[in-house]
Nanobody, 126 residues
Framework: QVQLVESGGGLVQAGGSLRLSCAAS????????MAWFRQAPGKAREFVTV????????YYEDSVKGRFTISRDNAKNTVYLQMNGLKPEDTAGYYC???????????????????WGQGTLVTVSS
């Protein structure tokens, strides 16, 4: 059973940066598609970014393109989210997730992910 543990959240001023980490344990890491989602208070969970397991191809939600970068270090079983140019609207709980490899579909839907971390809170002040 995989365990995902996020870290790196905190309070930052608008325009600042944070790097989130998601450490995976308990299962083979490098073959899985991994993603970050976020959920702001009172809102639904939304897709942020995803990175492929076989080719490291990454996709981003439009509002974070050019500001956020997802990466992975398979030797450390860790996926990262570098967030630059943070805005107050980025304030949310950020969750990493591992996609179920046997369920077809685009990797933008949270329904395709069967392993989730507990989340880390990012607060951006104006």
């Amino acid at each position: 059973q995989v365990q995902l543990v996020e870290s790196g959240g905190g309070l930052v001023q608008a325009g600042g940066s944070l790097r989130l980490s998601c450490a995976a344990s308990g299962s083979t890491f490098n073959s899985y598609t991994m993603a970050w989602f976020r959920q702001a208070p009172g809102k639904a969970r939304e897709f942020v970014t995803v990175i492929g397991g076989s080719d490291d191809r990454a996709y981003y939600e439009d509002s974070v393109k050019g500001r956020f970068t997802i990466s992975r270090d398979n030797a450390k079983n860790t996926v990262y989210l570098q967030m630059n140019g943070l805005k107050p609207e980025d304030t949310a709980g950020y969750y990493c997730a591992r996609k179920n490899p046997v369920v077809p579909g685009t990797p933008f839907s949270s329904a395709l992910y069967t392993a989730w971390g507990q989340g880390t809170l990012v607060t951006v002040s104006s």
